[in-house]
């Protein structure tokens, strides 16, 4: 907390030198257009919503563009981890939601082109977002998140760029620590109606973590086509692909202590010395991903019309580490994850604008439907005595999820007041077709509905001060993941609730003069039936709900432009998220665990008057974070820690080259980055790196 504390100061100076040093020569804020909220397009300025837009140029300067990490650190309210294991994926957490996921990303809606990123059972891949092609990010907090329905505790939209003007081609090589290295090349460019761009990469590295090692390979393509007056058809594809991914494990406390880079031993090895759980089993995991999507967006008049369609495969396969003796349960379903997914959706819209009463009324009516199909079976994870592959069957079973969630939403404008409100009734239906009965699973189905109405208002003062209020009622659902096992041995977990929750918010967002803005958001949330972690271990995790839960908490950004070229960009987020309701060993007021009660980041920037060199310092602090739900273990102490990058660019004829170097945690400080929630084993731990470094360069032909 005294780290957070000096980061808060640092937040203050430069809140404090901004608003006392702006000056009309520094490039000020800009009044970016978002429409993740209400789908009518409006600056962030105007929104009754907590809503933050990280741009094309803050994704790309100076960084390796392989997570979503890197740049949404500077987003107040969210939680957006590396864990140094690409076999796990980013932890993202939204005011606290999500923040339970052992992988992959839950409770927070992900969304690339208008295409959904998670699964209609709301788990999400973070991967399969491509940063090289991103124009920016919109990240929605709050209430107005509910009306994208089920396990939207907030929503993520990646935008990626339009191909435009003469051809170009750009290559881009990155190198840093621990072996990373990336290569990516792009092409983007318009003939005529057609905008094209295309890109592939491949990224490697040998891991901060003992066994960690991944490889990378992505690839997207964008057309945007007009084929007639006032229409646009953009068809978006992309894949991802990483073979044998290295699975690090987390690790005990007294580990961490002994070597936060070291793998936890595996006290049952007979050799000696004794290999670690993830030597000994060879954890892993290998991706295949594919998906193609269209979009079609119709204009008349100021009416539109709008339908996406998607659809695509996800292989997945996963190597998992405990000891032979948990195979011995006939419930068990085996230490191999491997299944195959394929997945589809569509979502139709029209909006409709008339007046109404000296305002304009603005309509949208919708329907959204998605499904996945999973083809999955379980094997033991041994032949013999060697570990770590593919032995005998131990699940077989067709899962599907399917939902249909039809929407509302209406906005009215009229001189200082803007209102909103939307409804969204979502059914979800998850049926499982088991062909596998020893181990004790057994076919059937649920079905989960809800309706989640939001409503909200802002009021303008004056041009330069606005203020808001909504509030909304949301739902989650338990994913498959969380579905597969009872906590009493059987298979799949009929017994589980969906869990409800009621969000207000009101905030202010302030303007002084045209260089400095201001966004502040208080909220509280109150959920009933809780998802926990009812026990976790052997390499399967059960679920249970969990009374009531409480989050209350403060959200503050700051964007300044100083003079002589100087900017900064302050994030900071206060959370008090606990259970409001006493469970098991569990006592009220215990904190949520995966949660910290306050982060924050903060930038000082510089930029020549010719835009030809850059630097910037960067903050980044945490308070301590608790693994289980009783606070009983040790929790994850809190960290500060700088960062610092230089960039340069230059042009000659058709060329522009541009170069960066990049040193992260400055003060080589050792803390752990991220934690496992609740495993019963207490390998909660994942450190993350000391003192690294990173460098790039790119060199782009325009023909």
């Given at each position: ?21 702006a000056?009309d ?15 009518v ?24 563009r ?5 740049v949404?650190?500077?987003?107040p ?18 005011r606290?939601?999500?923040?339970r ?24 891949q ?14 929605l ?33 990155t ?10 090349l ?14 592939a990469?491949?990224?490697?590295t ?53 070597d ?17 759980l ?8 290998s ?17 539109r019309?709008?339908l ?27 230490g ?12 139709l ?19 959204e ?9 379980g ?9 770590g592959v593919?032995g ?11 939902s ?12 200082s ?14 049926s499982v ?11 059937g189905?649920?079905s ?26 949301g739902?989650?659902?338990p ?7 009872s ?12 869990a ?21 958001a ?38 300044t ?20 309701q ?7 007021g ?20 010719a ?16 693994a ?5 273990d040790?929790a994850?102490?809190g ?23 990049r ?6 400080r ?28 790119s ?5």
């Open positions: 907390m005294k780290q957070l504390h000096r980061l808060n100061a640092v937040a203050t100076l430069f809140a404090l030198g901004g608003v006392a040093c000056a020569e520094g490039s000020a804020p800009v009044d970016t257009v978002v429409v993740s909220a209400t789908r397009g409006h600056t962030i300025f105007d929104m009754p919503a907590a809503i933050d837009v990280v741009d094309g140029l803050r994704i790309r300067e100076a960084q390796a392989v997570n979503a990490s890197e949404l650190a500077a987003v309210g969210l939680v957006a981890q590396n864990r140094q294991n690409y076999a796990q994926d980013l932890q993202i957490s939204s606290g939601f999500g923040a996921s052992a992988f992959g990303v839950r409770g927070v809606r992900l969304i690339a082109d208008g295409i959904p990123a998670s699964m209609p059972d709301g788990q999400g973070a991967a399969t977002f491509n940063l090289d092609l991103a124009e920016r990010i919109e990240v907090r709050g209430p107005f998140s509910a009306i994208y329905g089920n396990h939207s505790g907030g929503v993520i939209q990646l935008f990626t760029r339009d191909g435009e003007g003469s051809p170009s081609i750009e290559t881009t090589v190198a840093g620590s621990y072996g990373s290295h990336k290569l990516d792009n092409a983007q460019g318009q003939q005529g109606s057609v905008g094209y761009v295309l890109d990469s491949r990224f490697e040998d891991g901060y973590r003992a066994h960690s090692a991944a490889k990378r390979d992505q690839a997207a393509a964008k057309l945007t086509l007009k084929p007639l007056d006032n229409a646009v058809l953009t068809i978006v594809a992309n894949g991802l692909h990483q073979g044998d991914t290295q699975d690090a494990l987390g690790v005990t406390w007294a580990t961490y202590l002994r936060p880079r070291a793998g936890e031993t595996d006290t049952t090895d007979t050799q000696t010395p004794k290999r670690t993830a030597d000994r089993y060879n954890t892993r995991k991706i295949d991903h594919q998906q193609i999507g269209a979009n079609w967006e119709q204009q008349f008049g100021a009416d019309l709008h996406s369609t998607y659809g695509g495969n996800r292989q997945v396969i996963q190597y998992q580490a405990f000891s032979k003796a948990f195979q011995a349960p006939a419930s068990h379903s085996g191999v994850v491997d299944f195959d997914r394929n997945f589809y959706g569509a979502d819209n029209w909006l409709h604008v008339a007046g109404l009463a000296d305002g304009t009324l603005s309509t949208t009516v919708g329907l439907y998605g499904h996945s199909g999973d083809d999955r079976r094997y033991e994870n041994f032949i013999g005595t060697q570990f593919k005998a069957l131990r699940r077989s079973e067709n899962d599907n999820v399917s249909t969630e039809p929407y509302l939403q209406v906005e009215w404008q009229s001189g007041w803007l209102l909103s409100a939307g409804l969204r009734h979502s059914s979800v239906r998850i077709d088991d062909h596998y009965l020893a181990n004790g699973n057994d076919s189905a649920l989960y509905s809800h309706t989640t109405p939001v409503a909200g208002v802002l009021y303008k003062f004056t041009p330069a001060l606005h203020a808001y209020a909504s509030a909304a009622r739902f989650e659902t994913t498959l993941n969380e579905l597969f096992y906590g009493t041995g059987g298979g799949f977990n009929f017994r589980l609730q969906a409800h929750s009621k969000h207000l918010e009101a905030g202010i967002k302030l303007r002084s003069g045209d260089s400095t803005r201001i966004n502040a208080v909220f509280q949330i109150r959920t009933t039936d809780e998802l926990v972690v009812d026990s976790s271990s052997g390499g399967r995790t059960s679920y249970r709900n969990a009374g009531r839960t409480l989050r209350q908490g403060l959200e503050l950004s700051l964007d432009s100083w003079r002589y070229g100087l900017s900064s960009h302050v994030a900071l987020t206060s959370l008090r998220a606990v259970y409001d006493s469970f098991g060993s569990v006592l009220k215990s904190r949520l665990p995966g949660v910290p009660n306050a982060n924050g980041y903060a930038d000082l920037a510089w930029k020549d008057s835009g030809l060199f850059s630097a910037a310092i960067e903050a980044q602090a945490s308070s301590r974070i608790y289980d739900d009783a606070n009983a040790q994850a102490p960290y500060a820690t700088l960062n610092a990058r230089v960039s340069s660019n230059q042009r000659w004829h058709g060329w522009q080259f541009k170069q960066f170097v040193l992260n945690n400055l003060l080589d050792q803390y752990v980055g991220s934690v496992i929630v609740g495993d019963s084993n207490k390998r909660y731990y994942e450190a993350a790196p000391t003192r690294n470094w990173l460098l790039g360069a060199a782009q032909y325009q023909f």
